[in-house]
């Protein structure tokens, strides 16, 4: 092979004849004039379709701008639980300082995509990709079974994917707060949430017990966080004070926080932390971040994958948006304090209320308070006054993330401090333009009507499944065309009971999902589920998916490694993952086992004349986990539509 290699390198000719002339990057702002209020954007190409360029939709990409706002609301309260007073004298939260600072305490779940509910595309006035919720959560399996490490090494800071680990995770049931109780300060229910790596008690986990890298550090969170927080005013060199010892004294306007910092990345729109400020008794503490995501076409849908270079076409696009509120409590503990100085020590994580207003994915993750990890300054450090006995006190906090430059929360907005993102404030669309050489154009022209053929999405809901408990659910009478199905479990915020029993301060949790009572797992800010993973650990065991009644799997499948290794390994990935050193997919059996607990068939072999034929499709199976579990299923099926690439019209 090399040899051949080597030959056919030596009978290159250098150069060769350029297809294009010219290649320009477009980019039109959407319909919304700033305001995502609606939690919706739509973007139109009219500018385009008259521009008589060829427009590559392939290579197409949104910019869509984030503002992250953390505060605190109120100052600290002592819990009904305590067995003292409050003390006079309570350490303030301040982000402004490094021995306090909150620049790791947020981040986002994997892909900015996740952004995304569900999204639709009118061609010409007809609706050609339907709107369809939780479509991120289909959107994110393919990029977890076609993305390869190298992707991740090239892309992965551009579009804010790094895949969480699958073996980090911890569950909290809920149960009363005691002195060490130090993994409730990770949250509620399931928490994949620490971004400390801690190698030194990784060989000790070993060995109890085989619990891996639970608790000790999620990689895939930390990178992210990388991507997005960058503070201009950390340290990088001396820490005496001496001038050029942050990032900022190398930028040209310098660091100053009310200057410089933002007039330099205000020009070049680059993610930073823009705004902070210290908790006094009449302002809350704030960390504000501006983020300007890249999110492309083609990780949306496939349709824009497949597209050829397109002249004259009429698109509207119409996003949907996850823009979310979460309010939480971080509780700390003290014990057997007395009068002069108390020390306290994170204690809790407790989560009170997500507001979604499309109940999509809430994209933020809240890092775990433990020690050395991101959250551990949301907690209160130190008081001085009298108190005997245990000591609860709580802070609350609000954070939100919202699409524009204004922070959609009432609450938040109108805090003392609050500031306006200062980056890009709108979504806009990128596009290359592309001018042929007049011989290449001829030949593209030849067969001016190109057939794109793609392939959209349904998604239903079978809940409450309980543990143990056969299911056998029928999920639509009839599609044409159908390519495969996906099943995602999630653990049931059904199932379960809602009890007090949790966290002092904390509020109702469920029992099944350890989260607040009726609030799905995919909303928590301590879990990823929903962007990539699933719930931990949920085998299904007798699985099968039937067509119009036919077995789509010869056998039932009664164990894990068939489903992994017959039916998900390869999908998606090159050459079906059949060529040793030339594959891609990011889930290995572990992470299958664990936390990306994926079951997928591909149903769409079959003679061309049934293609045409609407068949039902049924799910059959057993759910060995201990808990009730909710399953969200994609089946996919294909279209194709035909355009004159020339004029745009569809044919």
Not at 96 to 102: F, Q
Not at 118 to 135: A, C, E, L, R, W
Not at 595 to 623: A, F, H, T, W
Request: net charge negative.
């Amino acid at each position: 092979m090399c040899d051949k290699l080597v030959f056919d390198l030596s009978q290159e000719i250098e150069g060769s004849p350029n297809v294009f002339v010219r290649k320009d990057w477009i980019n039109i702002l959407d319909n919304q004039n700033q305001n995502y209020n609606n939690n919706q954007s739509v973007i139109d190409t009219s500018q385009l379709s008259n521009s008589n360029k060829y427009m590559s939709y392939r290579e197409a990409y949104f910019s869509i701008p984030f503002i992250i706002t953390l505060a605190t609301i109120g100052t600290p309260t002592l819990n009904a639980g305590s067995a003292g007073t409050i003390p006079t004298a309570i350490s303030v939260i301040d982000p402004t300082t490094d021995a306090k600072a909150l620049d790791s305490a947020v981040g986002l779940k994997n892909w900015f995509g996740q952004i995304i509910h569900s999204f639709t595309v009118d061609y010409n006035g007809t609706t050609i990709i339907q709107q369809t919720p939780y479509v991120n959560m289909w959107n994110s399996f393919k990029l977890m079974t076609s993305f390869s490490y190298g992707d991740i090494i090239t892309q992965g800071a551009t579009i804010g994917f790094y895949p969480d680990d699958p073996l980090a995770f911890q569950f909290n049931q809920p149960k009363a707060v005691t002195a060490t109780a130090s993994n409730l300060a990770s949250g509620n229910g399931v928490c994949n949430n620490t971004n400390f790596i801690d190698t030194t008690t990784a060989s000790n986990n070993l060995t109890k017990f085989n619990t891996f890298s639970s608790g000790l550090g999620n990689e895939g969170f930390l990178q992210r966080q990388k991507n997005i927080f960058f503070d201009s005013l950390s340290n990088i060199g001396t820490t005496t004070g001496a001038s050029g010892d942050t990032y900022g004294n190398l930028l040209f306007t310098g660091a100053s926080a009310t200057t410089g910092l933002t007039s330099t990345f205000n020009q070049i729109w680059k993610s930073y932390i823009y705004n902070k400020q210290i908790q006094t008794a009449s302002n809350s503490a704030i960390v504000q971040t501006a983020v300007v995501a890249t999110v492309y076409l083609k990780h949306i849908h496939s349709f824009f994958n497949m597209c050829p270079l397109l002249k004259g076409v009429f698109m509207k696009m119409t996003l949907n948006l996850n823009n979310t509120t979460t309010s939480f409590v971080a509780q700390a503990y003290s014990v057997g304090a007395g009068s002069g100085a108390i020390t306290f020590i994170p204690s809790s994580l407790n989560a009170k209320t997500v507001n979604n207003p499309l109940g999509g994915v809430n994209p933020i993750m809240i890092a775990s308070g433990k020690p050395n990890n991101g959250g551990v300054n949301l907690f209160v450090t130190g008081a001085t006054g009298a108190g005997a006995g245990a000591l609860y006190l709580d802070q609350e906090y609000r954070v939100n993330l919202s699409v524009g430059s204004v922070c959609l929360d009432s609450t938040l907005k109108a805090l003392t401090g609050y500031v306006e993102a200062p980056l890009s404030k709108s979504i806009n669309l990128y596009i290359p333009a592309y001018t042929f050489n007049p011989v290449f154009e001829q030949a593209y022209l030849s067969s001016p009507v190109k057939q794109i053929k793609y392939s959209d999405i349904y998604q239903y809901q079978v809940l409450n499944i309980g543990s143990g408990q056969n299911f056998n659910n029928l999920l639509t009478n009839g599609i044409a065309n159908i390519k495969s199905v996906l099943l995602l479990p999630f653990y049931s915020a059904t199932g379960g009971a809602n009890t007090s029993t949790g966290p002092i301060g904390a509020n109702t949790l469920n029992s099944n999902t350890g989260f607040i009572g009726g609030v799905p797992v995919w909303q928590s800010p301590f879990d990823p589920a929903g962007t990539g993973p699933t719930s931990p650990l949920i085998p299904i065991s007798n699985f099968n998916i039937q067509v119009s009644g036919q077995n789509a799997i010869y056998n039932m499948e009664k164990y894990s490694f068939e489903q992994f290794n017959n039916q998900l390994y390869g999908q998606n990935a090159v050459n079906g993952g059949l060529t040793d050193g030339l594959t891609s997919g990011l889930i290995d059996r572990n992470g299958f086992d664990m936390e990306y607990c994926y079951y997928y068939v591909n149903v769409e072999r079959m003679l061309p004349v049934d293609l045409s034929v609407p068949k039902s499709i049924q799910i059959l199976g057993q759910n060995l986990s201990a808990k009730a579990i909710d399953i969200i299923s994609f089946v996919e099926y294909g279209c194709e539509i035909s355009i004159d690439v020339l004029t745009g019209a569809r044919v």
